[in-house]
């Protein structure tokens, strides 16, 4: 008997480490083009360059990211909005706040890594009702960031 309780502890504990590394990845990120600020996220918000927002092609809508730029260390939490990244080559896409959060110049593009908070209840370019607000409760105030129901054009 001890020794099955042992195994599946063994396994308990195994399967606890591969979901926590699932949740860590590495990958180059910038800003979006300046010709995207305005159109319609896959959320159903404007995307609007003052908000901590960005687009993965396949975290789920309303996820809950932290990104560190792995140049300098410097960390921000960012709400999944979009499922389509300008170009192929990147990770991410965030908005110009998230940048200057990470202190980056707009549209380098830099290494970072992304540790997911939560994940979010859709996925990949089925939008969130834009009007409901986010289920998980983080304190965004420090990081000017504006709710789905105040999303504005810049």
């Known amino acids: 008997m001890l020794k099955y309780r042992l195994i599946l502890t063994l396994i308990t504990n195994l399967l606890f480490i591969i979901k926590i590394s699932a949740q860590d990845f590495k990958g180059k990120a910038t800003t979006y083009p300046a010709e995207a600020y305005g159109d319609t996220t896959s959320s159903g918000e404007i995307l609007n360059a003052k908000i901590l927002t960005a687009s993965h092609e396949y975290f ?70 834009a009007k409901k607000e986010p289920e998980f409760k983080v304190d965004f105030r420090k990081y000017d960031y504006v709710k789905p129901t105040e999303s504005k054009k810049n």
Do not use: C
Request: proline share 1%; glycine share 4%; charged share 25%.
């Open 60 to 129: 789920p809508i309303g996820s809950l990211i932290e990104l560190v730029n792995l140049r300098n260390k410097k960390t921000i939490q960012v709400i999944i909005n979009d499922n389509e990244v300008y170009d192929e080559d990147l990770t991410l896409e965030f908005t110009d706040a998230v940048a200057q959060a990470l202190e980056m110049k707009k549209h380098e593009i830099i290494d970072v890594r992304i540790m997911v908070i939560s994940w979010g209840k859709t996925t990949g370019n089925i939008a969130i009702n």
